[in-house]
């Protein structure tokens, strides 16, 4: 087997992707004899088992990247491939079509729905739209991380996002000492919607809130300049703390330090109403009660150890924060639970135990 990604694994941006395609191919491992996976960097395909380089070869177009990716098909007597897709183009179709021609079997991950909003130019997206509708021809399975069953006329499994429940460890609670610590682990897009926490903080302390509230952005990404202008622009330097890029014991050691932890709040931006991302099974895995604002797939929204949020650009209430840390803080037994929860719902091998059958057929 083959799992198809042309993004990069290895940069401080790449956290997140690095740990869901490498969770997903460890599981896939357990089912077939080979899963090898691609790797684009550098204006290089990188040709992966397990953690070794099987080949490397320069690519400096997508034709490139996808004549390569044939190659190591035939080469390697690939029978089925599983393809995270980045955008539709002719190369993409023509890629398609040629593996279809030699037999494999393949299915097609759409990483977000829609995504339209997340390509970078217009070019791309009026492309996108055109061949995308095409690829039905060519692929006859897809899976997505929400509640479709058709994506582009291409019969669709819908996923949740899952966790190496080996490498999240539960967290330990720490002491209480006055202080409520949020805390944000993510690639800083858009979509994370931060200031909603930021511009709360400004309100609370504005009206002389009462309680020590900080708030600890973990990781690097195109946002992160913006909210540090609007920290800067509230003086609230002594309420937020910007952490950096974090992996290993030092991203342990902040869980064990955080109250709550928040997910995505900006999902309005993208259009994007439903989703399962990954974030919220790490939180929920490491037993961290958290904040979110979309309709979560893998959560009814009524349980003890999450708020949600509506999704749209209001302030967060810190009031209500307050409320829900003092219903979920130093709670043992739920950070149990909720590890629990988290091995029976979403780990790899069970969420992708429809798409192995789909492959088995």
Known sequence: MLYIVYVGLFGKRDVGIRKKILGQVKSFSKNFEKVFYTVYSGQMMYLMLEDSVIEKEVAITRKDCHKLVLGWIDKYKISKTYIRYDYGDKWFLEFLKKQKEKGVVSVLEFPTIPYDKELSNKRLITEDKYYREKISEYISQCTTYADYSEVFGIPCIPLLNGVDIDKTPMRTCREQDGRIVLLAVA???????????????????????????????????????????????????????????????????????????????????????????????????????????????????????????????????????????????????????????????????????????????
């Not at 930021?198 to 900080?214: D, F, S, W």
């Not at 989703?275 to 003890?304: H, T, V, W």
Request: charged share 35%.
């Open 187 to 361: 690639t800083m897009e858009q979509w994370h919607g931060y200031e909603r926490v930021i511009e709360g903080m400004a309100e609370y302390y504005k009206e002389t809130g009462r309680r020590n509230i900080l708030f600890k952005l973990v990781g690097e990404g195109l946002e992160i300049d913006k909210y540090k202008n609007i920290v800067k622009n509230y003086g609230l330097e002594q309420y937020v703390e910007f952490c950096g890029k974090l992996e290993g014991e030092e991203l342990d050691r902040q869980y064990d330090e955080a109250d709550i932890a928040v997910g995505s709040l900006g999902m309005y931006k993208t259009g994007c109403l439903k989703g399962a991302p990954i974030k919220l099974r790490e939180y929920c895995a490491r037993g961290i009660p958290f904040i979110y604002a979309y309709e979560d797939i893998g959560f009814n929204g009524n349980e003890k150890y999450l708020m949600k949020l509506p999704n749209d650009n209001k302030k967060l209430d810190m009031k209500v924060v307050v409320e829900f840390y003092e219903k979920t803080k130093c709670d043992k037994k739920l950070v149990s639970i909720m590890h629990e929860t988290a091995k029976k719902q979403f780990t790899w091998d069970g969420i992708l135990k429809p798409v192995v059958r789909y492959f088995n057929r």
